[in-house]
């Protein structure tokens, strides 16, 4: 059993990091949380070296496209998908989208008085 077990370590030592193979998620949409999900995805690959986020900015019509064409994991939208496009996407995949928000921004109307 000893030999067994040291064995087990010597192929962990020497071939271990090659078992801990890396991992990638890649999304792409919309522009407005970029700077954010740039953010959180750089601090978890840091705490997590064998896992890369990757996201495309570049608008919520492409990352919706994108998303339902199966060429990314997630898609980013800075509005809900429509009844149609969820439809489109289960036919073609034979699962369903999960809609959840992750960034909230506002637009706040502003007026500057004299004085």
């Known amino acids: 059993m000893k030999r067994l077990a040291g064995l087990l370590l010597v192929v962990l030592a020497l071939g271990g990091s090659s078992w801990r193979r890396t991992l990638s998620d ?8 970029n700077p954010i999900y740039s953010k959180w995805f750089d601090e978890f690959h840091k705490a997590n070296g064998n896992i890369q986020i990757n996201y495309q900015s570049v608008g919520s019509g492409a990352g919706i496209k994108q998303a339902t064409d199966g060429t990314v994991d997630f898609g980013a939208s800075d509005g809900p998908m429509t009844e149609e496009q969820l439809k489109a996407y289960s036919d073609k995949h034979g699962s369903a989208i999960l809609h959840f928000p992750t960034v ?3 637009v706040v109307p502003t007026y500057n008085i004299a004085g």
């Open 26 to 33: 890649n999304g792409a949409g919309a522009t407005f949380p």
């Open 104 to 106: 909230l921004g506002a």
